[in-house]
């Protein structure tokens, strides 16, 4: 397993996104996102086939390993045992988080999803190492599923009755980065505001360091 530290560390976690990426492929997006300073790589996939998928993670996987950054596969348990990564994140229409956790053992992580201060308080219960908050603000078309935003107020009551470490989700960008830090968030999940960039590195950079502030 990759040299892990806690999740309440992590401040960027930088999710792959093959429709917001701009043709290039998962590798590369970790590539530059590692090299900006991503805490953690998730990588997510909607569209890949098994086989596919497999294969990407198994990419990211070496990457990750060699640079040293936690790897994290979002929703497939399976694919993430197949390449032993350093975990799974799981949404609430997912596996529930008590069978991931029961599946994987206590040595993987666990990060679940959560809109709720109930979802939050069960899945302190079901094992999960860290909270995914959101939507925050509003997605940028990556997850046109998620519905309206909670807003950063949402942060801060589930902050107030949870120990886990939270990660904001959900239209993340530099401008808004330090805002969910004040609201009680240890760290963000990014997608477009890094995957589509121009020069993913940089953009990488530049929230981490708004979230590092």
Known sequence: MTDRISPGLWRLHVLTDRKASRGRSHLQVAEAAIAGGADVLQLRDKEASSGELYLEALQLRKLTREAKVPFIVNDRLDIALAVDADGVHVGQSDLPASVVRGIMGPGKILGVSVGT?????????????????GPVFEARGTKPDTGDPLGIDRIALIRRRC????????????????????????????????VSADDIEQAARRVKRLLSG
Not at 117 to 133: C, M, N, R, S, T
Not at 175 to 189: L, Q, S, T
């Open 163 to 194: 120990r886990l470490p939270i990660v904001a989700i959900g239209g993340i960008d530099a401008d808004n980065a330090g805002k969910v830090r004040e609201a009680g968030a240890d760290g963000a999940a990014v997608i477009s505001a890094i």
């Open 117 to 133: 201060v109930e979802e939050a308080i069960q899945a302190e219960k079901d094992g999960a190492d860290y909270l995914g908050v």
